[in-house]
């Protein structure tokens, strides 16, 4: 069994010492690409994880106004915080904002948090909302944003 399967972190450590010593045969480039590619799946992951977070937030805040309150507030200047660092760090992830798919997945993920947190379920099909009002930092779904 190669390390890789029981110790990814030491698997790591021994290719990282493998590199640094230009010992390029002995390297299992198979699980070095995987690994590659589970970075950026790890980066639109997260991603589509605070978006959907905050689509339900918003959600929440505009079919239930009678319970918003400052922890929904946090909760949604958190995401947009959390979504723009996402975008300055990685910018290659802003292609995501323009893919229909993209939005549909996320819209249904918030669609589904915010059935479960509130019991409703009358949600629009599809986002009301453009992505520059969602990430707006003063923006909510019952007002215009600020300047």
Not at 21 to 30: K, S, V
Not at 47 to 59: D, E, F, G, K, S
Not at 74 to 102: C, D, F, Y
């Amino acid at each position: 069994m190669q390390t890789y399967d029981r110790d990814i972190v030491a698997w790591a450590n021994e290719q990282a010492a493998l590199i640094r010593a230009r010992r390029f045969e002995l390297l299992d480039l198979e699980h070095i690409a995987e690994e590659i590619e589970d970075v950026g799946k790890s980066e639109q992951r997260e991603l589509t994880n605070r978006m959907a977070v905050l689509l339900a937030h918003l959600l929440k805040w505009r079919f239930q106004p009678e319970r918003r309150g400052a922890s929904w507030q946090i909760t949604i200047r958190n995401q947009r915080r959390g979504i723009l660092r996402r975008l300055e760090e990685t910018p290659s992830l802003r292609v995501k904002l323009k893919e229909p798919a993209w939005w549909n997945a996320v819209w249904d993920d918030g669609i589904a948090q915010a059935a479960e947190a509130t019991g409703l379920s009358d949600f629009p099909e599809t986002c009301p909302w453009s992505p520059e009002e969602i990430l707006a930092e003063t923006w909510f779904p019952d007002r215009p944003a600020q300047p």
